[in-house]
């Protein structure tokens, strides 16, 4: 069983991941224009992660016997000023998305709904990951600065992992 209160709040998250997938997306697209095919694979790859988290939150929802439903995603920005800029804007974002697991965990604890929140751990560990990833790169790319060999190096790593750097 799920409260009205606490569906309504896994159907946005459901939307906050789909979101997410759609912003990752829209930065492959954007790594592609700049012929740095191995960020855009990195992102491809972010793009379909969240896609399974969005999956992840869609059967629970389900299987709790609440309704899913899906509401509008919101256009994503299509441009940044640098991969730095871009990557930038991938970790404040995950720190967004640790705001609303972390939110929607004490709504559960609040409403003493011990599977959303066994649910919500496994969200809970995956955004320390994802954080760190996000962080981690944006600390590369500080440190390349210009260097067009550095770019390449990391192209290639991050093409080549898929996810992590
Ligand atoms: Fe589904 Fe990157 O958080």
Not at 16 to 34: K, N, Q, T
Request: proline share 2%; glycine share 4%; hydrophobic share 40%.
């Amino acid at each position: 069983m799920i409260s009205k209160k606490l569906e309504t709040a896994l159907n946005k998250q459901i939307n906050e991941e789909i979101f997410s997938a759609y912003l990752y997306l829209s930065m492959a697209a954007y790594f592609l224009s700049l012929n740095l095919d191995g960020f855009a694979a990195w992102m491809k790859n972010q793009a379909q992660e969240e896609m399974s988290h969005a999956m992840k939150f869609f059967n629970f929802l389900d299987e709790m016997g609440g309704r899913v439903s899906l509401l509008a995603v919101k256009e994503p920005e299509k441009n940044w000023k640098s991969p730095l800029a871009a990557f930038t804007a991938v970790s404040r974002h995950e720190q967004y998305i640790t705001s609303c697991i972390n939110e929607l965990y004490r709504l559960a604890g609040s409403e003493k709904n011990n599977p959303t929140q066994i649910m919500l751990q496994w969200f809970i560990k995956e955004q320390v990951e994802e954080e760190s990833t996000a962080t981690k790169i944006v600390f590369k790319l500080t440190q390349i600065k210009d260097s067009v060999n550095g770019m390449w190096i990391l192209d290639k790593q991050l093409g080549a992992r898929g996810t992590g750097a």
